[in-house]
């Protein structure tokens, strides 16, 4: 698996590496701070960022994508949450993120409605992903893919 992260800061490719099977299962892992990164790093279309947004549905199943073609199949995940928003899951402000999964054969995007730098967000964010992950590795299992 590839991955990269924006609000979570690392803190899902840490989890997945803090085991041997885990560390194993992690290709690269990258965090990105903004549209101008992740577009650097996975050479994506800043004028496409700008047109749909680089916190969106399109951006994050594009990097997850794109995470599988730079380093050469297996599964590319996407966590693209706002940055700027200081807020928590029970603030005002409460931003966003967008959770891609790719694998060879399918495509899972949750959009959630919090994001930010507060620790609840970051928490939240980190659990429902890892399970995610959890429940798509459980379904190819059961298919025997």
């Known amino acids: 698996m590839a991955l990269v992260e924006t609000a ?16 194993a299962a992690v290709a690269a892992a990258h965090v990105v701070d903004g549209p101008a990164a992740l577009a650097a790093l996975l050479t994506m279309s800043p004028a496409k960022l700008d047109a749909f947004g680089w916190i969106s549905e399109m951006a994050a199943a594009e990097a997850a994508a794109l995470l599988i073609d730079t380093y050469e199949g297996g599964w590319g995940l996407a966590v693209l949450g706002d940055v700027t928003v200081q807020g928590d899951v029970y603030g005002e402000e409460t931003g966003q993120t967008f959770v891609a999964l790719t694998t060879p054969s399918s495509t899972v995007v949750r959009r959630y409605p919090y994001g930010g730098g507060g620790f609840l967000a970051r928490n939240w964010i980190t659990m429902r992903t890892l399970d995610l992950v959890r429940r798509q590795a459980l379904a190819r299992m059961m298919n025997n893919e």
């Open 8 to 23: 979570t800061g690392g803190e899902i490719a840490r989890l997945l590496r803090s085991t041997p099977a885990g560390a």
